[in-house]
Nanobody, 123 residues
Framework: QVQLVESGGGLVQAGGSLRLSCAASGRTFSRYAMGWFRQAPGKEREFVAA????????YYADSVKGRFTISRDNAKNTEYLQMNSVKPEDTAVYYC????????????????WGQGTQVTVSS
């Protein structure tokens, strides 16, 4: 069992930066690939970024490539999402998730989810 808790969300102006964190419980964090997803009002949840269990491979949605960076610190059981040059369309609830079946952009392959953290980008 893995419990995930996101933090770092808030209100930021367009063009600014924000760093989200996802703290995981348990001693098996390094066994899981991790991902970030987001859900904007009235829209379906969508993939943002994913990172392999060792942190050597990363994947991004086209909409955030070059602006967002996913990373992890296995010693701290924590995953991060550095968000730079944010845009109003980045406004959403951001969720972290853990996958036991490898690095993936597909929701159904994630076993554990956090409760989400709100990010609001003002224009």
């Amino acid at each position: 069992q893995v419990q995930l808790v996101e933090s770092g969300g808030g209100l930021v102006q367009a063009g600014g930066s924000l760093r989200l964190s996802c703290a995981a419980s348990g001693r098996t964090f390094s066994r899981y690939a991790m991902g970030w997803f987001r859900q904007a009002p009235g829209k379906e949840r969508e993939f943002v970024a994913a990172i392999s269990n060792g942190g050597y491979s990363t994947y991004y949605a086209d909409s955030v490539k070059g602006r967002f960076t996913i990373s992890r610190d296995n010693a701290k059981n924590t995953e991060y999402l550095q968000m730079n040059s944010v845009k109003p369309e980045d406004t959403a609830v951001y969720y972290c998730a853990a996958s036991s079946t490898g690095t993936t952009r597909y929701e159904y392959r994630y076993d554990y989810w956090g409760q989400g953290t709100q990010v609001t980008v003002s224009s």
